[in-house]
């Protein structure tokens, strides 16, 4: 699987938006882009997934570049409660990557008042 | 629907006991993996079990193992245990979309391992 890095640490204003960039130079055409996060000591949380097109759901807004070389999850609104550890992962799909995410260390996202 | 679900969620043990940890998949998924998380290693993947068969496995000694059962549930064991076995063990289940469509892994709320 591709490598994706990360800045080790980001700090935001609360109700302000958050952007998280990711680098994976090395993505391959049949490797997705995964967003998890990780709030002290409880099991990483999935957030959003893309492989070209920019996505949209409840949580948050993914914004992958044209060459798919690196991206940016955007949390519109943050709140204090979106203070955790943010992973950024690329993963092939269709069962191919039988059960392994690689995570690295992940962005700490610090959320203020 | 249900989460995953891990149990027990806190665990005391001592140097050269065993453990065996306890995994419930969300309904339907069929797959299930483990990690191990630690300050210093961060998330490291263990294995992976679909169909009661291990399909692959992280770069860990053979005293970590898993089995899975024909309802997907799935248990994980670490023989003689060793101080640097504490850690957060966390399993994560997969519905196996097929068809090249990608594969999303929910993960429990983990089991955290104290050796003394």
């Known amino acids: 699987d591709a490598k994706t890095t990360q800045p080790p640490s980001m700090d935001c204003a609360e109700g302000r938006a958050a952007n998280l960039p990711c680098n994976h130079s090395?993505?391959?055409?049949?490797?997705?882009v995964y967003w998890y996060r990780q709030i002290h000591s409880q099991g990483p949380q999935y957030i959003i997934h893309g492989l070209k097109n920019n996505e949209t759901n409840e949580m948050a807004s993914l914004i992958i570049t044209e060459d798919r070389k690196s991206s940016t999850l955007i949390l519109p609104h943050a709140t204090l409660r979106d203070t955790a550890v943010y992973y950024c992962?690329?993963?092939?799909?269709?069962?191919?990557?039988?059960?392994?995410?690689?995570f690295g260390q992940g962005t700490i996202l610090t959320v203020h008042p | 629907k249900a989460g995953v679900t891990q149990t027990p969620r806190y665990l005391i043990k001592t140097r050269g006991q065993q453990v065996t940890l306890s995994c419930s998949p969300i309904?339907?998924?069929?797959?299930v993996s483990w990690y191990q998380q630690t300050p210093g290693q961060g998330l490291q993947f263990l294995f992976e079990y679909f169909s009661e068969t291990q399909r692959n496995k992280g770069n860990f000694p053979g005293r970590f193992s898993g089995r899975q059962f024909s309802n997907s549930r799935s248990e994980m064991n670490v023989s003689t245990l060793e101080l640097g076995d504490s850690a957060l063990y966390l399993c994560a289940s997969n519905r196996l979309a097929g068809g090249g469509l990608p594969d999303t892994q929910y993960f429990g709320p983990g089991t955290r391992l104290t050796v003394l």
């Open positions: 992962i690329v993963c092939k799909a269709g069962g191919t990557s039988y059960g392994k995410l690689t």
């Open positions: 309904s339907g998924h069929r797959s």
């Open positions: 090395t993505i391959s055409g049949n490797e997705y």
